[in-house]
């Protein structure tokens, strides 16, 4: 118990540090992100794409070899209702992370929404089994520390590939390292449960998105443009909900020029035809 105390003491001495660096940014001008956010949505540079390449074929021959067999059982042994329930338990594990990153990035609303959500799902909800929370207008918020960063002004870096993880960029790639850390429910199950159950946590939760990634390989030919490009535009929208910007896919307009207009045809020449007299 003591240890769990003084992992929420070190938690809240790195929030207070933290949020005292980020102030300054905080209250930066919505236009530049707004400008900010579309840039990053459609960037096309791409230094590390021959080592992001090599490290998606290794995450797809993992995906393919490992995960993808593991999801097929557990969705054929294990009832749909049954996978709904255990899905929503995970993510009701979430919400501490995502609470103390609502309250490092400055927003008070998401915040308490977060909360509040966490409060009525783990109780009322049989442990988040059941997302009551929502239907009390209580909606699930976004929240991570790679946002966070975003929120405090750091620059995203590179586009990069992760081992097993996969796309991220630097600054998400940090974020992902420090999530765990800064989340008491992860704390928790590995003091009380042991190594296992927090491997399985995660492991139900990367069985539960395995299927979206066989909609991105389904008609690619080459599926790292796509992946890349899936990945820019859905964290920029997940970023924007941050600072209260929206930020919608952008995609080049084909623009098909009209047909030119047909010149009217002259009507044919009608041959005269002489009609002889009767003699």
């Known amino acids: 118990m003591s240890n769990f105390v003084a992992y929420l003491a070190r938690s809240a001495v790195f929030a207070l540090v933290a949020a005292l660096c980020g102030c300054a940014t905080l209250n930066m001008d919505p236009a530049q992100r707004e400008q900010k956010l579309q840039a990053f949505a459609q960037d096309t540079t791409d230094p590390l794409e021959p080592m992001n390449r090599v490290f998606l074929k290794g995450n797809l ?86 946002q966070t960063l975003f929120v405090w002004g750091i620059e995203p870096g590179p586009f990069v590939v992760l081992p097993v993880l996969g796309p991220a ?25 042991g190594l296992w159950p927090s491997v399985g946590v995660g492991g139900f939760s990367a069985l539960s998105g395995a299927a979206g990634l066989d909609d991105v390989l389904a008609g690619s030919l080459d599926v790292y443009p796509r992946l890349r490009s899936l990945y820019l535009q859905k964290r920029a929208s997940e970023l924007g909900e941050a600072v209260g910007v929206t930020v919608l896919p952008q995609t080049e307009a084909v623009v098909v020029p009209p047909a030119p207009a047909e010149k009217p045809k002259r009507p044919a020449a009608k041959t005269a035809q002489k009609q002889t007299k009767p003699q």
């Open 61 to 146: 021959l993992f995906y393919q070899g490992v995960e993808r067999p593991l999801a097929g059982v557990y969705m054929a042994a294990v009832p749909g209702v049954v996978r709904d329930r255990i899905t929503s338990g995970v993510r009701n594990l979430e919400e501490p992370r995502i609470f103390i990153n609502d309250v490092l990035q400055g927003r008070g609303q998401a915040a308490a929404t977060t909360l509040g959500r966490f409060a009525i799902n783990s109780t009322f909800g049989l442990a988040g089994m059941f997302d009551l929370a929502a239907n009390s207008g209580l909606n699930r918020q976004t929240g991570d520390f790679g």
């Open 169 to 193: 960029t630097f600054r998400d790639g940090i974020g992902r390292a420090v999530d765990p850390s800064m989340n008491p429910a992860t704390y928790a199950i590995y003091h009380w449960g």
